[in-house]
């Protein structure tokens, strides 16, 4: 494997201008048009927060309880990294789509396409990520707990976004020779939120939330509730972190041999 | 470091067209077919684009590529710019090379004029300092001074192809290859980028060349390939390489005749133009006329029945499809007999008006009270003309005298 990374990462930083001119228009072209602006980094994130609220006001009646705040800030702490998973699954899928018009006209490495797909998709949760740590500190009563643990969400959020690219070249490159799996894709991206724990959570949902676990993206948004909520993960979470960490490098790895074994045919499919 | 910038040995590229599966809904039940072993409906052909291509540039030098559609010059192209890969053979590049395939191909419709330059030049490979430098040539280039903070969507396709190129054109390249594009934009512009591309290879690039217009080919290039069927046909110096590209229609076209005239009904048509011979001062059968000499056409005019004060028309166009002009009789005051028989027709270019090149005449014959086209050859007669080389479409044919001397006057004076 290593001598096969090596030279698409060379190509990467040889032609690392055009990553960032790809990545600068997409970011440029998304919140230009829109009359919102910047309101399009969180638009998705807070529609599902809001879903999330009412699920959880809806849980909290019935079970003749007062709404937590730290159930609300578990559904807002979870949407913001599954947003960015659901972007960077789309985006990479459909840009490379639209990127191969481009690519059958013009030579650069290809690998820059997802990238820059991946990159544009990290600005926005950069932008929802800060609003969301920003409302965090700022709201009273903050369930928020300070813990050497928050340090490890970064790495969480690493594996979280590698699914999403090993997942999106998968999807993106079978798209290219067989033009129906878009719509599978759109299947899972508009469906995915209810078999992971993001609205409901996993501790909410009995025997049927230990089955979500097995859904690769449920322990690293457990985790990363866990660490801003309770400061921890919880014990019995680690080997199904371990679980989701082997998918995101299995998902990775067959992204990466799949784009590379067809990206030389992209050309002609178009 | 080799002193070729290209090296191309025994490319070959295959492409599949007929109907394969492209969607999942397609591919299930014809792999559940092949399971069950029934063969599955597809047919898939392949063809091979380009077979056994050869060739080497030497450094600074200049390759023109032409050949009909659909010969493999766009997919050489694509392969020499690392596109797409040869199925066999190899080839090696010597030096940075960039390709102008379709210009303006990476603009977005929803950024400015000034935000695709930079866009674009980084995907041509530029760095952002290298755009900054030329951004203004760039722009003044193109001539879009005044749109350039507008998206390209309200650009005319004109402005769009400008721009585009300008962009291309304004790249330091070592190894330039341009397809077709140069035929962007109107007269003037085209003009400018022709300008532009001897310029850069004054500068010493290396570039392939590939258009269907013949005299920019001939203009810029001193060697040309003609590419048919895939296959390399001839490399050599470009007036030999543009006869046996016209050559090569010919027999296309003859083909396709023979291919789909042979059911037409054999209605003989009232008149008909046959024997055609180009001629020199004496009268002997010539392939091409020499400059500053009469040009001579003879041919024979069968008419089968009366048309109706008929006549013989030809027209001139350049082998690039320039119209120049027609000799028709009847217009130049040259009635022809419309007894039906043969008759033998002469026309006598004097001053013959055209410089060196190569030349396509079409034959027609005209007649009845509306001036019908009564018979058309089905193909055009080429024709060279050798030995006058003159710039522009006309040959300038005049005399220059000095008359007599004029009293100096001081430019002082005047003023």
Not at chain 2, 85 to 113: K, M
Request: aromatic share 8%; charged share 20%.
């Amino acid at each position: 494997m290593g001598t096969a990374v090596l030279p698409i990462v060379k190509e990467v930083v040889d032609y690392k201008e055009l990553l960032l001119a790809l990545t600068y228009r997409d970011i440029r072209v998304k919140y230009k048009q829109a009359v919102m602006g910047m309101l399009w980094a969180f638009f998705l994130p807070v529609m599902g927060i809001l879903a999330g609220v009412v699920v959880q006001v809806g849980l909290a009646f019935m079970k003749q309880e007062p709404l937590q705040l730290a159930n609300v800030v578990s559904v807002m702490v979870r949407m913001a990294p599954y947003a960015l998973f659901i972007t960077i699954l789309s985006q990479t899928a459909n840009g490379l789509l639209a990127g191969m018009g481009l690519a059958s006209k013009i030579y650069f490495p290809r690998q820059i396409i997802p990238l820059s797909s991946t990159l544009s998709a990290i600005f926005d949760f950069l932008i929802s990520g800060s609003i969301l740590a920003l409302l965090l500190l700022l709201i009273p009563q903050s369930p928020l707990v300070w813990s050497w643990s928050l340090l490890l969400i970064p790495l969480l959020l690493v594996l979280l976004a590698a699914q999403g690219l090993g997942l999106g070249l998968i999807f993106g490159s079978a798209n290219l020779f067989l033009r129906d799996v878009k719509y599978i894709l759109g299947m899972l991206v508009q469906f995915g939120i209810f078999f992971t724990p993001v609205l409901l959570f996993v501790d909410q949902l009995g025997e049927l939330g230990q089955w979500m676990l097995w859904n690769p993206l449920a322990p690293l948004l457990e985790a990363i509730a866990g660490i801003v909520i309770h400061g921890g993960v919880a014990p019995t979470m680690w080997p199904w972190l371990a679980y989701s960490a082997a998918v995101a490098v299995v998902l990775m790895a067959a992204g990466m041999i799949v784009f590379r074994k067809t990206e030389h045919l992209f050309a002609e499919v178009m | 470091m080799t002193d070729k910038a290209i090296q191309v040995n025994g490319v070959w590229k295959r492409f599949r067209k007929g109907e394969f599966e492209d969607s999942l809904r397609e591919l299930v039940p014809n792999l559940l077919k092949r399971c069950i072993g029934r063969s599955p409906s597809r047919r898939v052909t392949e063809f091979w684009a380009l077979q056994d291509v050869s060739f080497e540039i030497e450094r600074g030098q200049s390759l023109g590529i032409i050949g009909p559609n659909g010969a493999g010059k766009s997919t050489m192209l694509k392969l020499l710019s690392r596109i797409i890969r040869p199925n066999r053979g190899t080839y090696q590049i010597n030096g940075r090379l960039s390709a102008l395939i379709e210009v303006g191909a990476g603009f977005h419709q929803d950024l400015t004029g000034r935000e695709n330059i930079y866009l674009n030049g980084a995907i041509l490979g530029m760095t952002r300092r290298d755009i900054k430098a030329k951004e203004e040539a760039i722009i003044d280039f193109a001539d879009v001074e005044e749109f350039i903070h507008t998206p390209v969507k309200r650009y005319s396709s004109g402005m769009r192809a400008r721009l585009g190129f300008a962009i291309a054109a304004h790249m330091d390249p070592e190894i330039l290859l341009v397809d077709e594009v140069l035929s962007v934009g109107d007269a003037r512009f085209r003009d400018k980028c022709v300008r532009h591309m001897h310029k850069l290879l004054r500068s010493g690039i290396t570039v392939v060349f590939i258009s269907h217009i013949l005299d920019q080919v001939r203009s810029l290039c001193p060697q040309t390939m003609v590419l048919n069927h895939g296959k390399n046909v001839f490399l050599g110096k470009t007036d030999d390489a543009i006869r046996k590209y016209l050559e090569v229609l010919d027999t296309a076209e003859a083909a396709h005749q023979a291919a789909h005239g042979g059911n037409k009904p054999a209605v003989a048509s009232a008149a008909e133009i046959r024997n055609v011979r180009f001629c020199d001062v004496e009268g002997r059968e010539v392939l091409e006329w020499r400059g500053g000499e009469p040009g001579i056409v003879e041919c024979d005019l069968t008419l089968r029945q009366p048309v109706g004060n008929p006549t013989v028309q030809i027209n001139f166009t350049t082998v690039s499809g320039l119209y120049l002009t027609t000799a028709d009789a009847r217009y130049m005051g040259y009635p022809l007999p419309d007894e039906p028989g043969t008759h033998r027709v002469r026309f006598t270019f004097d001053p013959m008006p055209l410089p060196a090149g190569d030349y396509s005449l079409e034959f027609k014959v005209y007649g009845g009270d509306d001036n019908e086209c009564v018979w058309a050859m089905p193909q055009p007669r080429l024709l060279s003309v050798r030995g006058c080389d003159a710039n522009g479409v006309v040959l300038c044919q005049g005399r220059w005298e000095v008359l007599e001397p004029v009293a100096a006057q001081h430019d002082g004076e005047r003023r």
